[in-house]
């Protein structure tokens, strides 16, 4: 996944495929409507990174490719971190456990303006990299920023009180961590495996879970 055009839209409807499952397995428990879309949205910003691979390789307008690049980016670095812990909040059930995820999602809040400031102030880019596209975004003190990304989007996982969650949340962070020490440079564009691994997880627990909702941990 996402080493080549190919791969981004072979991995992009791959994803799409495991979102549709998930739709098809809510069995009326509307409350998981937004987590069972959420691998339909991620395996379309994976397709849509194939046309920022056509661009550079001058298969596309140049029009065509900024605007990929933009939505690429918007949705990577601006809509996730707000996104993900608002989706764990919604899900969970009115319960103090629920007020843990508020930080998490005010903290989203906060790393979205950051980038999203740093975006449209500075100059976007992106470029051919070995086997990956390397983004490039003004950013000051980029390592802080992806470092409070990552607790924004993996940190409500593990401290939401559900096993299936922290287990997930734990896996997630491991992944997340390989991923930035492996290529710092392609990290956005290797998004691609949290995508996979989203999308996998929560088609696996619409599959197999009880209509009640998992058991918390204890504590």
């Not at 690049?69 to 809509?79: G, Q, R």
């Not at 971190?81 to 899900?91: G, N, R, W």
Request: with cysteine; hydrophobic share 60%; charged share 10%.
């Amino acid at each position: 996944m996402c080493f080549s055009p190919q791969g981004d839209l072979i991995g992009g409807a791959v994803v799409v495929a495991i979102g549709i499952d998930a739709c098809l397995h809510l069995r009326q428990r509307f409350e998981y409507v937004p987590i069972a879309v959420l691998p339909l949205v991620l395996g379309l910003h994976q397709i849509d990174e194939a046309f920022v691979w056509w661009w550079l390789q001058g298969h596309v307008a140049r029009g065509i490719g900024l605007a990929a690049m933009w939505i690429y980016l918007l949705f990577a670095l601006v809509v996730l971190p707000t996104l993900v812990p608002l989706l764990i909040f919604f899900f969970m059930p009115r319960s103090p456990q629920r007020w843990r995820i508020v930080p998490f999602v005010i903290l989203g809040v906060i790393v979205s303006v950051i980038l999203l400031e740093a975006m449209l102030v500075g100059d976007p880019r992106v470029q051919l990299g070995t086997f990956h596209l390397a983004y490039t975004i003004e950013l000051r003190n980029g390592i802080a920023v992806i470092g409070l990304y990552v607790v924004a989007t993996c940190g409500p996982l593990l401290v939401s009180g559900y096993r299936p969650m922290v287990w997930f949340g734990m896996v997630n962070l491991v992944a997340v961590i390989i991923l930035a020490l492996l290529c710092a440079s392609g990290f956005t564009s290797l998004w691609c495996f949290y995508a996979a691994l989203v999308s996998g997880a929560v088609t696996l627990h619409l599959r197999f879970s009880k209509h009640e909702p998992p058991a918390l941990v204890s504590s």
